[in-house]
C-alpha cells in the first residue's frame, strides 16, 4: 500500500466518525424551573421551559413583570425606572378614580341624575371636547417641553386637576354650567397635550439597551390597568361617599393631592440625559466642589423641577438664552466675539449674575467649555484694577485644561452632548 493510498483510506476513517452537526442544545435548571435551550442552525436562540415546580405565587410574580415591565428588566433599564412605574401607577389610579366622581358632578350640574356606571362612559366623551383647542395653545412650547420635560409633565397634571376641579365643582353654579365645563375641559386638554408631548423623552431617559418600543409599551400596559382600577374605585365612591356634594368636596382634595404627589415623585426618579441649563450647572458645580462628574441618577434629585431657572452659584451663577440686546450692544458683538475667535458662545460678566450667548448651531460641548469658563471666572479673586476680559481668559485656560477628561467622563456617564436644550432661549449668528 503506497502513500496515497494510506492518505486516502485515513480520511475515510475520519469521515466515518465524524458525528453530523445538529442544534445545540442543553439543559439549565435554577430557581426551581427547568428550562432547554437550543440553538437552532441560523444561530437563534430558543428557550423552553420543561419543568416549574416554584410555587403558584412565585410564578404569578414572574407572570406580571413580564407583562408590566420590559424585558431584560432590571438588567435592561436605567436605574430609577421601578419608583417610577410605582408612582404612575398610583397616579393613574387617583387620576381615574378623581375623573369618574368630576363626571358625574358635571351630569348633575346639567340636571341629570346619572348613575355612576352612567358617568364614566359619558367621561370619555366629555374630556376630548377641548383637546383641539389645547393643541394649538400647546404648538408653540414644544421647544420648552423637550428642554424640561418633568417640569412639564408636572404641569400638565396641576392643569388636569384645576380642570377636574372645576368639573367637581359645577353643580354649586348650574347657571354656569357651559362656562365652567368648558373652562375645565380646556384646561384637560392641554394637559393631556402637554402628558403626551412629554412621555417620548421621558421613557427614552429609562431606555438602556435600544428598547424604546418595550417600555413604552409596558408602561402603557401599567397606566390602562390602574385607570380601570381607578375607574372602579371611582364607581364605588361615587355610589357611597360621593354621592353628595359634601363627600366629593372632601374625598375630591385628598384624590387631587395624591395624584399630585405621586406624579412628583414620578418626575423625581427620571434620570434625564440630556443637556439643558439647570443640569448643565449642576453638572459643572458638582464637578468644581469635588472633581467628579455626576451621572444622570445622581443629578435627578438635585433638579429643581417646579422652578429651573433658578441660579445655580456654584457654577457662576450663569443665565442662557438671554436676547442679545438685553446683554451687549449689538454693535460690541464681533468684539466680544474676538475675546474666544474659536469659540461659539460669548460671556457678559454683570454684578449678580453671567449671561451666556451661544452660536445657533452650538452643542451641549459648547455650553459646557461656557459653563465652565464662567464658573472658573467666578472662583477667580477679582480685585480693583483686574478687567473682566483678564478673568475669563485665566478661566478659559483653565478650563482648557480640563475639558477633555472632564468631557470623557461625562460622555462615560451617559450624557448626550452633541445637542444643547436651552428650550424658548435665543442664539445668535455671525
Not at 353628595?244 to 434620570?271: C, D, F, N
Amino acid at each position: 500500500m503506497n502513500l496515497l493510498e494510506k492518505v486516502t483510506m485515513q480520511k475515510k476513517k475520519e469521515a466515518e466518525l465524524k458525528v453530523p452537526e445538529g442544534p445545540v442544545c442543553w439543559v439549565e435548571t435554577y430557581d426551581s424551573v427547568s428550562h432547554r435551550l437550543q440553538f437552532d442552525s441560523h444561530g437563534l436562540l430558543s428557550v423552553k421551559v420543561l419543568r416549574d415546580s416554584r410555587p403558584l405565587f412565585d410564578r404569578a410574580i414572574e407572570s406580571f413583570l413580564n407583562k408590566f415591565f420590559p424585558a431584560g428588566y432590571p438588567y435592561s433599564v436605567n436605574e430609577g425606572y421601578l419608583r417610577y412605574s410605582q408612582f404612575r401607577a398610583l397616579q393613574h389610579f387617583s387620576s381615574a378614580a378623581l375623573s369618574v366622581l368630576s363626571t358625574q358632578s358635571l351630569l348633575f350640574a346639567a340636571g341629570l341624575r346619572p348613575t355612576p356606571a352612567q358617568a364614566t362612559i359619558v367621561s370619555w366623551i366629555l374630556k376630548d371636547g377641548m383637546e383641539h383647542a389645547g393643541k394649538l395653545i400647546c404648538s408653540n412650547l414644544g421647544a420648552r417641553m423637550d428642554s424640561e420635560p418633568k417640569r412639564w409633565r408636572i404641569l400638565a397634571d396641576v392643569l388636569y386637576d384645576m380642570g377636574t376641579g372645576l368639573e367637581v365643582l359645577s353643580p354649586l353654579c348650574p347657571q354656569l354650567f357651559l362656562e365652567v365645563a368648558g373652562l375645565g375641559n380646556f384646561a384637560k386638554g392641554m394637559a393631556v397635550v402637554a402628558a403626551r408631548a412629554t412621555r417620548l423623552p421621558i421613557y427614552s431617559s429609562f431606555a438602556k439597551e435600544g428598547n424604546l418600543s418595550d417600555l413604552f409599551a409596558k408602561g402603557e400596559a401599567i397606566s390602562t390597568l390602574f385607570n380601570v382600577v381607578g375607574i372602579g374605585v371611582g364607581i364605588q365612591l361615587a355610589s357611597t361617599i360621593c354621592s353628595s356634594m359634601q363627600g366629593k368636596m372632601i374625598v375630591g382634595p385628598l384624590l387631587s393631592v395624591l395624584h399630585i404627589y405621586s406624579v412628583v415623585e414620578e418626575m423625581r426618579a427620571v434620570p434625564v440625559s440630556t443637556l439643558n441649563s439647570q443640569r448643565t450647572a449642576l453638572i459643572v458645580a458638582n464637578f468644581l466642589k469635588t472633581g467628579k462628574v455626576s451621572s444622570p441618577a445622581d443629578l435627578r434629585y438635585q433638579e429643581d423641577l417646579l422652578f429651573p431657572g433658578q441660579l445655580v452659584q456654584d457654577s457662576g451663577n450663569v443665565k442662557v438664552g438671554r436676547v442679545l440686546h438685553k446683554v451687549i450692544k449689538p454693535s460690541k458683538l464681533q468684539k466680544w466675539k474676538e475675546m474666544f475667535p474659536e469659540e461659539k458662545f460669548l460671556l457678559a460678566r454683570g454684578s449678580k449674575w453671567t449671561d451666556m450667548l451661544l452660536e445657533q448651531n452650538a452643542t451641549g460641548e459648547d455650553a459646557l467649555r461656557g459653563c465652565l469658563v464662567a464658573a472658573y471666572a467666578a472662583s477667580i479673586d477679582q480685585s480693583a484694577d483686574d478687567p473682566t476680559p483678564r478673568i475669563l481668559n485665566q478661566a478659559y485656560e483653565r478650563m482648557e485644561t480640563v475639558f477633555p477628561q472632564f468631557l470623557t467622563e461625562l460622555q462615560s456617564k451617559g450624557w448626550y452632548t452633541d445637542r444643547f436644550l436651552d428650550g424658548a432661549g435665543s442664539r445668535f449668528m455671525i
